[in-house]
Structures are given as structure tokens and as C-alpha cells.
Nanobody, 129 residues
Framework: QAPLVESGGGLVQAGGSLRLSCAAS????????MAWFRQAPGKEREFIAA????????YYADSVKGRFAISRDSAKTTMFLQMNSLEPEDTVLYYC??????????????????????WGQGTQVTVSA
């Protein structure tokens, strides 16, 4: 499948904000959902947020709820992750992922990394104290 490309990572002070982007090769994504995950070295991949592409229903991990917001553009080509009130614990590689097919019980299954077939290369977020 067409690769996903993340961007927008960088260095920010604690309490600051960043916005990550995930481009579906500059084309309209026609699949079911896209999501953000993050992973630190030696640790398991952690779900952050997901968005159903057609109706824009969103799902969040408890660890980021109220601080992060997932969205997509009206052209359905790009997914965003607005990150506010960043903390040093948010320092990690962030990945975007996509799923093509519909799935039942999305509130449960879209939190699982193996439900996604396409992944980006990752973008680094570093939050200084």
C-alpha cells in the first residue's frame, strides 16, 4: 500500500504545543480509519488516538485525553495530531497508521496496533523540562 509520511516533530519546552501531520502520499485516503501510536526504545507500542475517516468519530487513550486532539483535513489526505500541554514523558517516536477495512466494535479494535496495515516511518518528539 502507499506509504504514510509523518512530519511536525521536534523539540519543545514542557507545557508547549506541537502539531504532527500524517500524509497519505498526497492522495485522498479512502480507507476506514487512521491512528497515532508512539513507542519508546525497549517498550511496547502505545495507542494515542484514532479517527474514523468518513464520519470523523475519534478515540483517545486516557493518557492523552484532554491534551491531544486528532483530526483530518476536508480533502481527506492528511491526519493531524494537535499536542498541547506537552510533558517530558511525551518524548518518544510517534507513528501514524491506517486501516483500510471496516471493523466492528471500533472503540475496542482501533486501539490495537495489529489492526493497521500501513505505517509511517515515525517522527521524533522531544519535550525538555
Amino acid at each position: 500500500q502507499a506509504p504514510l509520511v509523518e512530519s511536525g516533530g521536534g523539540l519543545v519546552q514542557a507545557g508547549g504545543s506541537l502539531r504532527l501531520s500524517c500524509a497519505a502520499s498526497g492522495r485522498t485516503f479512502t480507507g476506514y480509519a487512521m491512528a497515532w501510536f508512539r513507542q519508546a526504545p525497549g517498550k511496547e507500542r502505545e495507542f494515542i488516538a484514532a479517527i474514523r475517516w468518513r464520519d470523523e468519530i475519534t478515540y483517545y487513550a486516557d493518557s492523552v485525553k484532554g491534551r491531544f486532539a486528532i483530526s483530518r483535513d476536508s480533502a481527506k489526505t492528511t491526519m493531524f495530531l494537535q499536542m498541547n500541554s506537552l510533558e517530558p514523558e511525551d518524548t518518544v517516536l510517534y507513528y501514524c497508521a491506517s486501516r483500510e477495512g471496516r471493523i466492528s466494535s471500533p472503540s475496542y479494535y482501533l486501539r490495537l496496533d495489529y489492526q493497521y496495515s500501513s505505517w509511517g516511518q515515525g517522527t521524533q518528539v522531544t519535550v525538555s523540562a
